[in-house]
């Protein structure tokens, strides 16, 4: 008689898994952005998170500045990154040397995005360039099995976005669950979700995305919404309206420092609620300041691992 596998004994029920952690950050455009962002990062550290995301301009504008980054992380700290990259405006042949660069660099993490579409209605896409998400997962995957045998220490973890409110360019969110699914039966993870502001956006997305058998992490992206200029300009971006309320909270602030109180509030209360929903983790977005995004994790309270050690760099004699 055979002995029982392990793969189908069952959980305790009492071994949940930790909430995950994880900010995004963007490459710095000058130095003293760039001594403003490690200041960050090193406050950003000290909390363990399990990766922190760094973005991707439009079209690999700031390729060169985001490789270095990630690079110094990978060699400078103990933070994992996760390298957004995303692939309008560029062929397969481009963006599978601009992965293996990656890999070689010892990314094992990819935010595979669309990215924004050129805002001159009269440009044409290049010929052989690729134009959705799903493609560029997919190419991900082809260049990961080539690699494979160099890749026997960790595989490549695939993150996609999600939207709580319709994208857009959809005709409906139901359209947007569709283009999840797709995303998840092509190689993606899991999925982060773009910046939304009332906490039913984020269960309801849920709710649809598991009855049409989307299985994946779907992270909840929360941004400390503590600028009352930044929440109204990321409700234009989006199309969905902050609650009247924190925007009018926020217009009668009456410095700096109340409008940073109220938003860190609110903050709290979404994430919050996003967890009560079941959510797996939080990604913050922390417009590379670090300030009101500790003060939401301190209020959250979330349980964090101890700090790993920063890797010591080499030195050759």
Known sequence: MSPPSLIQASVPSTQTAPIALSYELFPPRNEA???????????????????????????????????ELLNRLLTETSLRPLAHLTCVGNTADELAEIISELLDHGVRGILALRGDLPKDASSQPRAGSLGYAQDLIELIRRVEQRRSALLCAGKVAIGVAAYPARHPESPSVEHDVEVLL????????????????????????????????????????????????????????????????????????????????????????????????????????????????????????????????????????
């Not at 950003?44 to 500045?65: H, I, K, Q």
């Not at 269960?203 to 009855?211: E, G």
């Open 33 to 67: 952005a760039e001594a403003t962002l490690w200041d960050t990062i090193r406050e950003l550290e000290t909390t363990n998170p399990d990766y922190v995301a760094v973005t991707y301009g439009a079209n690999g504008s700031n390729r060169d500045t985001a490789v």
């Open 182 to 317: 797709a995303k998840q039966r092509s190689g993606a993870d899991f999925a982060i979700t773009q910046v939304f502001f009332h906490a039913d956006q984020y269960k309801d997305l849920v709710t649809r995305a598991r009855r049409a058998g989307v299985s994946i992490p779907i992270i909840p992206g929360v941004m400390p919404l503590t600028s009352l200029r930044r929440v109204q300009r990321l409700g234009d971006l989006t199309g969905v309206e902050p609650a009247p309320a924190l925007l009018d909270a926020l217009g009668r602030a009456d410095d700096a420092g109340q409008s940073r109180r109220i938003g860190v509030a609110a903050t709290v209360d979404l994430a919050r609620a996003a967890l009560d929903a079941g959510a797996p983790g939080i990604h913050l977005y922390t417009f590379n300041e670090h300030g009101a995004a500790l003060e939401v994790l301190d209020k959250l309270q979330l349980l964090r691992p101890a700090p790993r050690t920063a890797p010591q760099r080499l030195v050759r004699a």
